[in-house]
């Protein structure tokens, strides 16, 4: 096996070790899958970005440097959850959440030694010794907003980390008040959600888009 096709989890750990060609072999085992998946998908928001070069490599340096670090043994999985996460940041016009990614990760920073486990889990035992630590939760919860549609993960940075009021949050949106409340609470339903898929090993679950139908009622109000 040469050191390109090295499992996709001896690759993670090798990279959060400091190897950068463990980094290089990840791009090559899965980049063209990813990028191919990508412009299938999403052919025409690239072409819009064209002047920014390769954003969907470049998506995925930034989130394997600044994201949550995290282990998986699963490289079709690995794929699906890199995929969403690049056409989440195609999606959002103003590149948003990049920006305020490498700000967490700056002013915020998670612990090196916390790194999630994104495999299925062997058993579903749960005490009170394997209660979650807070920097462990919100490097979940940052993981899950990966996989948030933009204007959801917006309102809950605005919301959680800005602490914007919800009109400031509506003025934005240019909506009610009433309105990017109710947003607000939606989207912290979906992130749970994504929460709980991820913690359980549930990866295709977790990287399914969400339906944005549900919104099309309180923006009648805007």
Same mark, same amino acid.
């Given at each position: 096996m040469t050191p390109g096709d090295a499992p996709t989890g001896e690759l993670l750990q090798r990279w959060y070790a400091g190897d950068k060609k463990a980094l290089d072999d990840l791009l090559q085992q899965h980049l063209p899958w990813i990028r191919d998946q990508v412009? =299938? =998908?999403? +052919? +025409?928001?690239?072409? $819009?970005?064209?002047d920014t070069g390769d954003i969907v490599?470049?998506?995925?340096?930034?989130?394997l440097k600044y994201g949550p670090r995290f282990l998986m043994t699963n490289g079709k999985q690995f794929r699906a959850?890199?995929? &969403?996460?690049?056409e989440n940041v195609l999606r959002d016009k103003h590149d948003f959440f990049m920006a305020r990614r490498r700000q967490m990760a700056r002013e915020q920073p998670l612990p090196t030694d916390t790194v999630l486990s994104l495999d299925p889990p062997m058993a579903n035992v749960e005490s009170p010794s394997a209660v979650m630590q807070r920097r462990e939760e919100e490097a979940w919860i940052r993981? /899950?907003? $990966? #996989?948030?549609?933009? $204007? %959801?993960?917006?309102?809950?940075i605005k919301r959680d980390w800005d602490r914007s009021s919800f009109k400031e949050v509506g003025d934005e949106l240019h909506i009610t008040e009433a309105a990017a409340q109710m947003r607000y609470h939606r989207?912290?339903?979906? #992130?749970?959600?994504?929460? +709980?898929?991820?913690? &359980?090993?549930?990866?295709? =679950? /977790? @990287?399914?888009? %969400?339906?944005? +139908? /549900?919104?099309? @009622?309180?923006?009648?109000?805007?």
């Open positions: 412009h =299938r =998908r999403l +052919g +025409g928001a690239l072409r $819009e970005k064209a490599q470049d998506s995925i340096l930034q989130f959850l890199l995929a &969403r996460i690049v993981m /899950a907003l $990966e #996989l948030l549609a933009p $204007e %959801d993960r917006m309102i809950i989207a912290l339903v979906r #992130l749970t959600v994504k929460v +709980g898929a991820l913690r &359980r090993g549930q990866i295709d =679950r /977790a @990287a399914e888009e %969400d339906r944005d +139908g /549900a919104d099309e @009622a309180d923006g009648a109000s805007s």
